[in-house]
């Protein structure tokens, strides 16, 4: 170190502290957030599909939001600090990278629990305890992704600590090598001052170095990545974070961004005057689905006849380009604060989300509105919800003083018991879609889908929501699978049917029966879904080679599966091809579901087109509303 002075975010001895995890999380979060667009760009596939990076950055953003809660205790020790940051990115965790990154930081968390503060020993043990987690929580781990990365990083920072003794698994190591002089030389004077900083540096350097040379062999390990001549995008969010992290670690270590010890340490302990992210932004942005319902916010013996303001208002609107260029994120906070109360604002590019209990809802948002495009809209009448609250309280066995007679489990997440033996929640995307599922009898509809998975938390909120003692979670994106997985396990056991498309999902949806048991409906409900031959259709965003097809950009594609049955310049003509090879002689119905950006005149052509082309199938449509995907044709 540069001082013989310890610091807040160091021990005497240059153990890292809670606070100092803290900010290294943070400055991860805030690197990634900068280069969150050039790692969606980082796509195999040449639609427009790309959100590895947003989702990582949403992910870490929960996770550095709880960290910061944690830190606000006197005395909270590294320990704490990561198993409250384990627990955001967990329940925060969106589309597959997030899941893997949540994993990543669950095995981190339970190496540390309970310490203090951590060595360079420990923290290259928790790096690889979290690499062995995030291998275990995955059915079939796919090399060349972000897995392989985490592996061989965490390996070469273990072997520069223990100098080769043990591989990332505890089996003996391929390439044994020396400790780390530093780190070595650190162990043996008791990790002070500046052999702590070279410790410390050395480790950063190790993780980087074997990161960056894992990263650049992906495409070796994956065809597709080879194809499209990019590395793997998950990986290289990890490294972005990890940079984020050592050149925090770097400035910390010289005394420029540490706080001396003794001294107070602002809110979030990392060197920012409040609670929130630079620029003003959100621990999650405004497509994070971060606030709670209205009746969260209010203690549970409230009366209606309390509520000085009764409405929970909540608005997104997309800021003009005028004003977004010059938005002030304080002055609108002011403004919007007379009101009401309980006020929230998150501000995340040009889209901001206000959460305010008012009184007038009707004067939020015409003031809301004056800033630009209103996206959505949610108002809920708290004093009636407190009513209905309320009686269900009186009517339940016992009376209003013993509450509800529920389950354990309830009891302890404080939501009410079951209300039905069986429900569905259903993640779509699409105003269409929305009121098609709600139409099959669907109890909960979570809003997500390509390119906006929705976070894990909010799958286990609807899980919740459903009030039911059997919940089938109906993804519909392969994006969302392991998201959807991870909730059922957090809420406590609900039913996923990996359905990896909507039209599947829909199939799912109508197979089910509420006379039939829960293993029977898990059954009808898989055998339907695996039964639809899903095709969708979008514009390829680049010039790309996939599945060894020369890709133009503009060009249709159909997908299947994941893999590319046709392309074109023509929209009906590429629909008449895929369908040909979907269409057998058990084939009934086709069933076109019609999204954002499809040109008017397929609406008009493609029916009749599919009618006269296989006169034996009926043909149905439907607008389904749903972005990305302007067609989707569903074989049954």
Not at 29 to 34: G, I, K, N
Not at 243 to 266: D, N, Q, R
Not at 308 to 327: D, H, K, M, Q, W
Not at 518 to 537: D, H, L, Y
């Amino acid at each position: 170190m540069a001082s013989s002075q310890p610091t807040s975010l160091w021990t005497a001895s240059g153990a890292l502290t809670g606070a100092g995890l803290l900010t290294l999380l943070e400055a991860g979060l805030d690197r990634l957030r900068t280069k969150k667009a050039a790692i969606d760009r980082l796509n195999v596939f040449p639609v427009p599909d790309g959100d590895t990076g947003t989702n990582m950055a949403l992910t870490m953003a929960e996770g550095v939001a709880a960290a910061r809660e944690a830190a606000r205790v006197p005395g909270a020790g590294v320990g704490a600090v990561a198993k409250a940051f384990s627990r955001g990115v967990l329940m925060g965790a969106r589309g597959n990278s997030g899941v893997i990154l949540s994993q990543l930081f669950r095995g981190f968390a339970e190496r540390l629990a309970g310490s203090e503060a951590a060595d360079v020993r420990a923290f290259a043990e928790a790096l690889e305890a979290g690499v062995k987690t995030a291998y275990a929580a995955v059915m079939k781990p796919v090399e060349g992704t972000i897995l392989t990365v985490a592996r061989e990083a965490a390996r070469s920072a273990r072997q520069a600590v223990d100098g080769g003794r043990t591989g990332p698994f505890g089996r003996p190591a391929a390439r044994p090598r020396t400790a780390h002089p530093a780190i070595a030389e650190a162990e043996a004077l008791g990790a002070a001052n500046a052999e702590a900083q070279a410790a410390w540096t050395a480790l950063f350097a190790a993780w980087l170095e074997a990161a960056r040379e894992a990263l650049a062999k992906t495409p070796e390990l994956l065809p597709t990545l080879r194809a499209a001549g990019v590395v793997d995008a998950g990986g290289s969010g990890l490294i972005v974070i990890f940079e984020g992290m050592a050149e925090a670690l770097a400035g910390g270590l010289e005394g420029g961004a540490f706080v001396p010890a003794g001294a107070s340490v602002p809110a979030g302990a990392s060197g920012h005057a409040d609670d929130r992210p630079p620029e003003g932004r959100p621990a999650a942005g405004p497509e994070a689905e971060a606030f709670l319902g209205p009746e969260d916010h209010l203690p549970p013996d409230t009366r209606p006849e309390e509520l000085r303001y009764g409405y929970c208002t909540e608005v997104i609107v997309r800021l003009e380009p005028n004003r977004a260029s010059a938005f002030d994120l304080e002055a609108f906070r002011e403004a919007v604060s007379r009101f009401g109360d309980s006020l929230l604002v998150a501000a995340d590019d040009d889209l901001v989300k206000v959460h305010v209990h008012s009184e007038t809802p009707g004067a939020v948002l015409d003031f809301v509105q004056g800033y630009g495009e209103l996206v959505k809209i949610k108002i809920d009448n708290m004093r009636e919800q407190i009513r209905r609250r309320l009686a269900r309280v009186t009517a339940a066995p016992g009376g209003p003083e013993a509450g509800p007679a529920a389950p354990a489990n309830h009891a302890r997440e404080g939501t009410a018991p079951p209300a039905k033996a069986q429900a569905i929640v259903a993640v779509v995307a699409g105003e269409g879609f929305r009121r098609i599922f709600k139409s099959l009898g669907v109890d909960v509809v979570v809003e997500g889908g390509q390119t906006m998975n929705p976070s894990a938390e909010a799958i286990v909120r609807a899980i919740r929501a459903a009030r039911a003692e059997t919940v089938f979670v109906l993804p519909n994106n392969k994006n969302v699978v392991l998201a959807a997985e991870q909730a059922a396990g957090l809420s406590g056991g609900a039913v996923v049917v990996p359905t990896t498309s909507v039209a599947a999902g829909l199939a799912a949806a109508l197979a089910f029966h509420p006379a039939a048991t829960p293993e029977e409906n898990a059954a009808r409900m898989q055998k339907a879904a695996e039964a639809v031959r899903a095709i969708e259709f979008t514009r390829a965003v680049r010039d790309a080679v996939y599945d060894g097809e020369s890709i133009r950009e503009g060009e249709w594609l159909a997908l299947s599966g994941g893999a590319l049955v046709a392309r074109g310049e023509d929209l009906v003509k590429v629909a008449l091809s895929a369908l040909r090879e979907a269409v057998d002689d058990e084939a009934s119905v086709v069933t076109a579901y019609f999204g954002a950006g499809l040109p008017a005149d397929v609406r008009d052509r493609l029916p009749a087109a599919i009618r006269q082309a296989f006169p034996d199938v009926d043909v149905e449509t439907h607008d389904g509303g749903q972005p990305v995907y302007p067609l989707i044709l569903a074989v049954e």
